[in-house]
């Protein structure tokens, strides 16, 4: 049988133009394990994506921030408001999340800010130094989340609800933010597009970038 799988969205499940990539649908839902889709993104968005890709609901959403499966949602962090303050106060002294008006990439987030990777870098890590905050940069977004909330601690939670051991799960990523998923999974593999930080942290890096190293991860994975 295949092991359970711990999977980054952007930059792992998508193409280097950034959608998801068509051979994700078929891939994953030919698993036979559990499929947990772990990312950045604001929690509707992985729910979303797992209603198309017609699979169980299995979420580690906002860099651990917001944990889903078998009809359980926790939402991890303990003072979701101090993220909120430090963005309004970054816009206050002349930053810019960078995302519009109608900002429906913070719009339905319960735990963090996301901000756009153009926005005023030192200001903002100023401002999150003073609210005591982290900066952690996805190659999608910056997010301003608080210390010790990680996608590690999500995949500890989501395998408690779905009784497994996490070492059991492979996990892929391209990110700074999959680092504590592989630290806490028991094998991993960055896809050739991920940043320094997630290449030093795997066991492996695939030859392929964004799915095409997905796709061998798991190749290498189900042929075991």
Request: glycine letters at 10%; hydrophobic letters at 45%.
């Amino acid at each position: 049988m295949s092991p359970p799988l711990a999977l980054d969205i952007d930059g792992t499940l998508t193409s280097s133009a950034g959608g998801i990539d068509p051979r994700a649908f078929e891939a994953l839902r030919g698993w036979d394990a559990p499929v947990v889709l772990a990312t950045g993104k604001a929690f509707p968005y992985p729910v979303a994506l797992c209603h198309f890709m017609d699979l169980p609901e299995r979420v580690i959403a906002e860099n651990g921030g917001v944990v889903y499966a078998d009809d359980e949602v926790t939402v991890t962090v303990p003072d979701a408001d101090r993220p909120r303050e430090a963005a309004q106060a970054f816009v206050d002294r002349g930053g810019d999340l960078g995302w519009g008006a109608a900002d429906t990439v913070n719009r339905w987030r319960e735990t963090e800010v996301a901000v756009r990777r153009d926005a005023d870098d030192a200001l903002l890590r100023a401002v999150a130094e003073e609210f005591g905050l982290d900066v952690v940069d996805t190659g999608y977004a910056y997010h301003l989340k608080l210390p010790g909330v990680e996608k590690g601690e999500g995949l500890r939670a989501v395998a408690a609800t779905l009784g497994l051991d996490p070492a059991a799960f492979v996990a892929v990523g391209d990110s700074e933010n999959d680092v504590s998923t592989f630290e806490v999974a028991g094998e991993s593999f960055a896809v050739a597009n991920a940043d320094d930080r997630a290449r030093a942290a795997a066991d492996r890096v695939t030859d392929g970038a964004h799915m095409d190293g997905t796709l061998e991860a798991l190749a290498a994975r189900r042929d075991r």
